[in-house]
């Protein structure tokens, strides 16, 4: 609460501002991501109204919007699926509990300093994650869209609803591309802000032509009467389902500090400050654990709502109050209004909302610097759609670490000559570089661990086996060597007593101070080396270029 | 075949003596691990005749003695055990049933080229999983030792059999630490391989001194009686038992590789050979094959037998050939004397041959060299004494990972500067190294990938904080960097998207010939970098020093 004691007067024109347009933001979306979610539109709005001060009391980030979010909504919806039926009280209960069990796990990586675990999380992953669980949402809302009460068919189409539906598309898809280009002339955040009000528009338009062409009547079905006033504070917790709920609350937990730290990182970096990892994650937990027991469901940062936060000038964490406030104030007077938003025009602001999140630049990038890690990305969103939401993401990561791991197995070694004139030593494959008779430079470009130990081990046999008996120096340069590990310490202690039977001899060079640090204490080293240690490669180079002359 | 091909005179000698002596080794160790699998004592003979003949065929190495293992024949003693009850017919089934689905796990590996997947097993996993195992067959061994028959307690002690037990295993020690300094003496081989040949004479001493002292009457059992005559061959597999046999054999399959290939890469070494993994999985394939249709159960390289093999001067896979002939005479004359081969002594064997495989030298070497590798071999060991034989080696491979992913996020960072007077650039903690004003040189001493790219870019921007507006460039020495996957070229590129935001430059340097492949189609390199891509550090330097000067 660092920002509330240094207030100053100045930053509040800023905070009111973005406050209002960001509850006009949180209005519609609140209540669409409760539908994702299989709950009751008005717990998208409770969701919006204690997490929102719970973290501008713990969290870190100035400008964070926190509240529903289409990804976890999906996710709460998916797990909650399975251990009851929407609608029921059961599933309410079941999704406060999913959101208190989230905060504790979020709680709890904050006060064991896990944040760090968000590493395993590689951008192809969380690009294909995002992507396929757009796809998914998209897919999920076809059935409200197209006015479809029951099963799946053409002839279960009901036609206002699809108009009005496919009219709200338009609408969204004209002011998320066309309006910010008419916008252009006016200055400043106006033409960044105003296309994000596109949504609450549609749907309070699409309200109105409801009622006034009494559209209900000819089947399209609106969000339905929203209860007054604010929720209740607390809740029962089912003891017997903790347990199925572990598993959730784990992954839910993570990808609400995924999203949160990944929106709360990107404008931290346009406003120069820098977001304390596990103060985040205590900020995201109290959130969790106030929206649990003020009838909300899961919440995290949202990317989309803080960066219009910030856009719109906010400052600290008094915009977010601000717009809980007035979402507050709408709850408590007359809402009638919200009761008629019509379903076919809320999907469309889910629809083309993750339309949005379909991420086709990252996996572009992807395909031209890697095609593993497109590959990776590939197969998450492919998991997320075939196997499951939260499955996905685990085959991402298994993938991203096999990769990892396959990789340093197979490091690059290159044979590394001396540039003419200079002290520089380059790759003989790829410059034309002086090299000793005699002497084989090989720089090994990995970690020597155990698990490429072999192959190096292989590599370095094979050149010894071409230069045939001539060869009698081998430098090992270890500049790219971060780390030898105790099964390469004992494979190099090998491959020396098996030189010095041939009368050969092996020199290291270049070793980092780390790893240095470690072999200084071996007895390879200390005792066994048959050839020197040198700082430089150049050093060796000219030793063995003297001794060659002699 | 080759070696058959090439066969000259010279050879056979070597190859007689050796067969002959690794013959009277294999007769105690087959039916001890035999016993050791929870098997009758004659299918170890068995296990020693089919396979050499099979390995000869395919394998690689020219003097690995193929046949039962300690440490396999524990693995099968613990899967079957589960199934079916040691001394029923069904065990037997089993046990060659196990063998068979080895030996095709092992084909298939070596039709695939699976060979590399014996780098997962790091030097410290093995030698943990070596030492525990060790212990698990000699506490299992205590009860024949002692003479116990039903249960582990002090009353069950029979004094006969303990006192024989004892005796044994002082002898066998003996032959083992005293008897190679008596040799001494002798020149060449018989100093090494003499001692090798205490188990036989132990066991046939035991059984002398039981049937001439009639101890059978006073409790010391005895092997009993060995049917006469070779193995039937060919047997029906049990259709239902294929699936839980999946698993363990998998791990059998596996274990019974790494122990062939570390004895065969240790032969090879000495005798200058090259081994060929996947000729290697082919031949023990065709091993355990051959194995389950002649009678016998999982058999693999053994190091002991192997190293006496070599030492008695076996040249070609002819001594093993030799060692089965004379096993398979013995097994066709009359072989009373086998079967008063009293179990206290067998026990000695195993409990004197498995305490060689504790392996605290590795233990040590670990400790001094890297505190983690000795943790993960200390709990490889806990693990298949307190868990299981599998699972041990479970819990090892997936800690050494474990402990690679987690350095890995961790990389070392280092500000260097020059060397005075050289193009050598150093650590600016370890060394006393001229740095410039307003420019930083970092270099990261690893990978750069997706679990490391949040470290290495909080440690850039701590840097450029600390450096305050006077920082100016960042010059990024990629020396040791043989990856940016595309999480790291993202980040990067927008750590440069920040840094042109305040007037700040971004330079690379010494970029590897591998990652430039990749980083010169990026918008990064192409168009977006505020600073440049230096060839070296030296040329960095010299170009922000004149800068700097201007």
Redesign the interface.
């Known amino acids: 609460m660092i920002w509330l004691r240094q207030y100053r007067k100045e930053l509040l024109v800023g905070d009111v501002v973005a406050g209002i347009i960001v509850a006009f933001m949180m209005i519609p979306q609140g209540m669409a991501y409760a539908l994702v979610a299989g709950l009751p539109p008005v717990t998208g709005l409770y969701a919006s109204l204690l997490p929102a001060l719970a973290y501008a009391l713990f969290g870190s980030s100035m400008v964070q919007s926190v509240g529903p979010m289409a990804i976890t909504s999906l996710m709460v919806g998916t797990s909650i699926g399975a251990m009851a039926t929407a609608g029921t009280p059961l599933y309410e209960l079941l999704s406060q509990q999913l959101a208190l069990a989230a905060g504790l796990v979020l709680f709890l990586c904050g006060v064991l300093r896990l944040g ?1 675990l ?8 969380m690009s294909g994650f995002t992507s396929g669980a757009a796809i998914v949402i998209a897919l999920g809302q076809c059935k409200p869209l197209l006015g479809m009460a029951h099963g799946f068919s053409l002839g279960a189409i009901n036609v206002p609803s699809t108009a009005l539906g496919f009219a709200s598309v338009a609408l969204l898809l004209l002011a998320r591309y066309a309006l910010p280009a008419v916008l252009k002339p006016f200055k400043g955040w106006v033409a960044e802000v105003l296309p994000k009000m596109a949504p609450i528009a549609v749907v309070v338009g699409a309200a109105l032509v409801v009622s006034l062409m009494g559209l209900e009547g000819a089947g399209v079905k609106t969000v339905g009467a929203i209860p007054a006033g604010l929720p209740a504070v607390g809740f029962v917790p089912s003891a017997e389902y903790w347990r199925p709920l572990l598993v959730p609350a784990l992954a839910i937990g993570f990808m609400v500090f995924l999203a949160s730290q990944s929106a709360a990182q990107s404008l931290a ?1 346009k406003r120069d400050e ?1 977001i304390d990892t596990n103060r985040e994650l205590l900020g995201l937990g109290a959130a969790n654990l106030a929206s649990a027991l003020s009838g909300g469901f899961v919440v995290t940062g949202s990317i989309s709502r803080s960066a219009v936060n910030y856009s719109a000038g906010a400052n600290t964490p008094l915009a977010s109050l601000i717009s809980a406030l007035l979402i507050a104030i709408i709850l408590c007077v007359p809402n009638a209004w919200l009761s008629l938003l019509p379903m076919p025009a809320m999907a469309a602001t889910i629809i083309v909302a993750v339309m949005g999140m379909v991420d086709l630049t ?1 996996l572009a ?2 395909w ?3 095609r593993s ?1 497109a590959a990776t990305l590939l197969a998450t969103a492919a998991g997320v759609l075939l196997i499951g939401v939260e499955e996905g993401v685990v085959v991402g990561v298994v993938l ?2 096999a990769s ?2 396959w ?3 197979r ?2 070694i ?1 044979i590394i000559g001396r540039m003419p004139g ?3 030593f380059r ?1 003989v494959e ?1 410059y034309a570089v002086e090299t000793l008779p005699g002497v084989v430079m090989l720089r090994v ?3 020597m ?7 190096v081990i292989e590599r370095v ?1 094979q050149e010894l086996h071409a230069g045939g008996p001539a060869l009698k120096h081998l430098v090992l340069v270890l ?5 030898v ?3 390469a ?2 494979a190099l202690t ?1 491959l020396n007593k ?1 030189m010095r039977a041939h009368q050969r001899f092996l020199h290291l060079c270049e070793v ?3 790893v240095m640090d ?1 072999l200084k ?2 007895k390879l080293v200390t005792q066994e080396l048959t050839g020197q240690v040198f ?2 490669a ?1 050093q060796a180079f000219e030793y063995l270029s003297a001794k060659s002359s002699d």
Chains 1, 2 share one sequence.
């Open positions: 760090f968000s590493n395993f999380f590689s951008r192809p992953v970096l820098r990252t990038q992807c031209c610097h890697d890690d991203s670490f990892l791991v990789r340093s197995s490091p690059h290159a200079t002290e520089h790759n790829r470009d990995s970690a661990v155990f698990n490429n130990t072999d192959s046999e500049s790219a060597v971060n780390m590990d105790t099964t310490l004992l090998e098996q980092r101070g780390p470690r204490h071996s700082l430089s150049a």
